[in-house]
């Protein structure tokens, strides 16, 4: 087994964002409901994975899609950064963790 860590960097300025759940499909699967708020790590099978995420919202129902490919290695942690964009119809931005 493998981890992709999910962590989101969300401004100060967007604070009330944080109460909104993070939604994320891995390989085209159900959708999980994570925390904007805090790390999440989501247990895979090592190889190569396609991890989409957006947050929850009312209109547009999807705020800043982002999706990424990340290879993790059995036993391996993939540390994912994702940014919410300032205006609700742009896309957001996922980046590897350092």
């Known amino acids: 087994m493998a981890t992709i860590?999910?962590?989101?960097k969300v401004p100060v300025v967007q604070s009330a964002l944080k109460a909104r759940p993070l939604r994320v499909a891995i390989d085209g699967g159900e959708e999980q409901e994570l925390s904007l708020s805090k790390p999440n790590d989501?247990?895979?099978?090592?190889?190569?994975h396609h991890v989409e995420m957006y947050v929850a919202w009312a209109l547009p129902a999807r705020m800043g899609p982002a999706e990424i490919d990340v290879s993790v290695g059995d036993g391996d942690t993939v540390k994912l950064l994702y940014k919410p964009p300032w205006v609700r119809n742009k896309p957001g931005k996922v980046t590897l963790a350092r």
């Open 5 to 8: 860590r999910i962590t989101s």
């Open 42 to 48: 989501v247990e895979v099978e090592a190889g190569d």
